[in-house]
């Protein structure tokens, strides 16, 4: 079970419902040092209006990839949720899908003290890549 995370940008919507702040990748890129300038614009991160998303792909040798499960989902408004517990249900769930014995493939980004915590608590095997 492959576990990636991102976020869709909506720099010019800033009343669609629903809607939380996210750095922008798209900032980011355009402040990087160009070739010939000696002062590159610095600062802290840009962030937009946009969603956040959490995907998990089932891959195996014995099957095509397939998008086991995906959550959108926002940090502010009505329909909040905090990231640790949103991966925490979706881990729930997959362990009740398909069991102790798939192997859970995480990016650096998932190398915090809770969430290795969770993941040793519910007693399933991972890799931190």
């Not at 940090?75 to 014995?101: I, P």
Request: proline share 6%.
């Amino acid at each position: 079970m492959l576990w990636d995370e991102s976020v869709v940008e909506k720099p010019e919507s800033i009343r669609s419902e629903g809607l939380c702040a996210v750095r922008s990748s798209k900032a980011k890129r355009l402040k990087r040092i160009k070739p010939g300038f000696f002062n590159p614009p610095g600062g802290r991160p840009v962030h937009v209006p946009g969603f956040e998303w959490i995907g998990l792909l089932l891959a195996g040798r014995k099957t095509h990839p397939m998008v086991a499960f995906f959550r959108w989902y926002t940090t502010r408004g009505e329909h909040a949720q905090d990231r640790l517990t949103l991966q925490t249900n979706l881990l729930t769930k997959a362990v009740e899908v398909f069991g102790r014995t798939l192997w859970h493939v995480f990016d650096r980004g998932y190398a915090g003290k809770r969430w290795l915590g969770e993941l040793i608590g519910q007693a399933v095997p991972f890799v931190v890549r």
